[in-house]
């Protein structure tokens, strides 16, 4: 399992890149360091890429509802976003998505760009 953090300076989101298997530990681990690294340049926005993760059916429940972002440190006033690749009409995933109604700034993503464009709209 790795993991990169990087500021994207000109879209002003901090972007974490997982490979490999993840668990609980792992994201809470990336999750602080992403907080650590937008506390650095004043930002409230993350990308979150699971694209190339190998337990993306377990990511689901690792990513599921504001309590456990808030256990991660995250705050509701947080734009969060979400990129997993997954079939199109999987349940899973919308029952992730409805779970987290009480985080309007949180969003689950089939694509990078698309989830880039939500973070850059000012909702």
């Known amino acids: 399992m790795e993991y990169t953090l990087e500021y994207l300076e000109d879209k002003k989101i901090v972007q974490v890149k997982v490979k490999g298997r993840v668990n609980y530990q792992i994201a809470e681990q990336y999750s602080t360091e992403a907080r650590k690294l937008a506390h650095e340049h004043n930002c409230k926005k993350y990308l979150i890429n699971h694209l190339k993760t190998s337990l993306e059916d377990k990511i689901y429940k690792i ?10 440190g995250f705050k509701s006033t947080d734009k969060i976003a979400i990129v997993i690749s997954r079939p199109r009409d999987d349940l899973r995933f919308s ?6 109604v009480k985080w ?14 939500w973070l850059a709209t000012d909702e």
């Open 95 to 100: 029952e992730a998505t409805d779970a987290n």
């Open 63 to 72: 990513h599921t509802d504001g309590d456990t972002m808030e256990k991660f």
């Open 104 to 117: 309007s700034n949180f969003k689950y993503f089939g694509d990078v760009k698309e989830a880039i464009r």
